[in-house]
């Protein structure tokens, strides 16, 4: 389990892809242990109206993994192709492909949602929700770093939120899913900071 300080834990929790390790066992333990530090983030109102549907079953893995297949397809086909793609880019398609050839292969899949359909609230009602959920989530990712796990955020299989909220069981018209996070033991732990813009160029003191 790796011992990170919390500046190591905030800027080494990476998206894991191609690293997430497909064959070691996942204790339920683990999972639970993220989701109770998750549920420690703030929430509107105090409210805490999420929960996480957490899929280690293959049944509902294949299910959720068809359908998120289907989307990846859709937006690979979509993309404008690249003559000469840059290295990072490269390496990112490669990544992405290998996360949607392998998701059902992942020992967890988790769905965080939140209580109410988004899409049909007001302004305030949308950033009450995602600012919740979202908080929540990240938090279980944080939590997953700290005892050696990997995490994706990704939303492709949104394009299908009913399809697999009928897969599952999730009620669609009371329920928004709001991600997906592949869930494993990774290859190594050797995670550095991504390469990021300096803070000086995008603070704007005290106005626009």
């Given at each position: ?54 899929l280690t ?84 990712c944080l939590a997953a ?64």
């Amino acid at each position: 389990m790796p011992d990170l300080t919390a500046d190591e834990l905030l800027s080494t929790t990476r998206a894991v892809r191609k690293r997430l390790d497909l064959e070691r066992p996942l204790p339920r333990a683990l999972l639970e242990e993220c989701v109770d530090l998750a549920l420690q983030a703030p929430s509107a109102g105090n409210a805490q109206t999420w929960s996480f549907v957490v899929l280690t079953d293959q049944p509902a893995k294949d299910a959720v993994a068809h359908w998120y297949r289907r989307s990846f397809e859709a937006f690979a086909a979509a993309a404008e192709p690249v003559a000469e793609p840059t290295p990072a880019a490269r390496r990112a398609a490669e990544s992405a492909q290998h996360l949607a050839d392998h998701l059902h292969e992942v020992p967890a899949l988790v769905i965080p949602c939140i209580a109410g359909r988004l899409d049909q609230a007001g302004p305030e009602g949308q950033a009450a929700g995602w600012g919740s959920i979202v908080q929540a989530a990240w938090s279980f990712c944080l939590a997953a770093r700290s005892r050696g796990l990997g995490t994706c955020w990704t939303t492709l299989h949104l394009t299908y939120e009913r399809e697999v909220a009928e897969a599952l069981g999730i009620p669609y018209a009371e329920v928004t899913q709001t991600c997906l996070l592949p869930v494993a033991h990774t290859i190594g732990s050797d995670f550095k900071p991504g390469p990021r813009r300096p803070a000086a160029d995008v603070i704007r003191w005290d106005r626009w």
